[in-house]
């Protein structure tokens, strides 16, 4: 095998490739990166793959040699990350594998292809919409998400197919977070659902290209209803780069039913003031420490700190409905649910002081819900 490549086309392709290698992989050649050029005219093919995720990118190459070879990924992103802004050359010889960058030369072991997983097909896709509209729901939505691996069901983000809708929800127990969307469906009456490994979900909205399309692969399991969850399996192409990942084996939690349907109380306070006071009261609180809003007609009062403890309050300018009310929260947690408002202004619906907060954006009519709601139970003050 022999090519030549642009220096930063070759960079992005091998660092966006290597994101998917495992960090501890089971065996040896799950931490290699396979190059492969079927043809003197087709692009390079950049894959990883540790039996749960997969990554493929393609970069286009000139003066091309057919072949394919297996390396270190992650040495291969260090060393392509630091090449000087010329052509890289890359040329294989035996078992090891020659990169020329100007002056720079290096060479690197290959391991053995022939042990090397096949990587899976894509699914059919399913549909497509705005790479920038996927990438903000799935950034609203993952930090609910649970990073505690011994519930793997909330670990995912549930991504519900109906029609023309796209619902990802995503919970932690202690709060959910919901954003609803439009996308184009291949097939007009679909109705499936899907959950995704969060953490793969985040990685591959946040690598999206700006102002392109995503569309949205399904396998024939999970298409059909999830009836065989644990064989499901979801992909994603986006910008000459694809990513699949096999789905979690378990149903979501039916969250819709945790919502409150009436509220006795309701706030309208701009969203950047509020979320910038949050964080500085929160600088006194410790980890488990919560910060305590208290709601008048016109005015929110945030505390946080007592006694003896560094301490800290703020006052801002409030639209409210309803009797005044002290409720308290985790920093953390409030500002996951602030920083998913898009809008200037965010909405928050209380029951009780100690029942669950509905946070959300101002909703396109009066009989319609907002696209993003963010359920947060309070803590005790």
Known sequence: MKFRVDRDAFADAVAWTAR????R??????????LDLPGAESGLRLSGFDYEVSARAEVEVTGGEPGAVLVSGRLLAEIARNLPAEPVDVESDGTRVLVTC?????????????????LPDMPRTAGSLAADAFATAVRQV???ASRDDT?????????????????????????IAVRELWWKPEQADLSASALVPARTLHDTARSLVSGSNVHIALSTAAAAGGTAPGEGMIGFENGGRRTTTRLIDSDFVGYESRFPAEFEAHAEIATAPLLEAVKRVALVADRNTP???SFSADEVVLEAGSGDDAQAAEAMDVQYQGEPMRISFSPSYLLDGLGGVQGETAHLNFTKPTKPVV???????????????????????
Do not use: K, Q
């Open 25 to 34: 992989p089971a065996v040896p050649v799950l931490a290699g990166m396979r």
């Open 102 to 118: 100007g002056s720079a030369r290096f060479t690197l072991l290959t391991l053995p292809l022939e042990d090397y997983p096949t």
């Open 291 to 293: 910060v305590r809003l």
């Open 151 to 175: 519930l793997p069901m909330l670990t995912g983000v549930n991504v519900g197919f109906a029609g023309d809708s796209l619902t990802l929800a995503a919970t932690d127990r202690y709060r």
């Open 142 to 144: 993952s930090p609910a």
């Open 20 to 23: 998917a290698l495992p960090a």
């Open 359 to 381: 946070i959300s954006e101002a909703p396109a009519g009066e009989d319609t819900r907002p696209e993003f709601r963010y359920l947060v139970m309070p803590l005790r003050s």
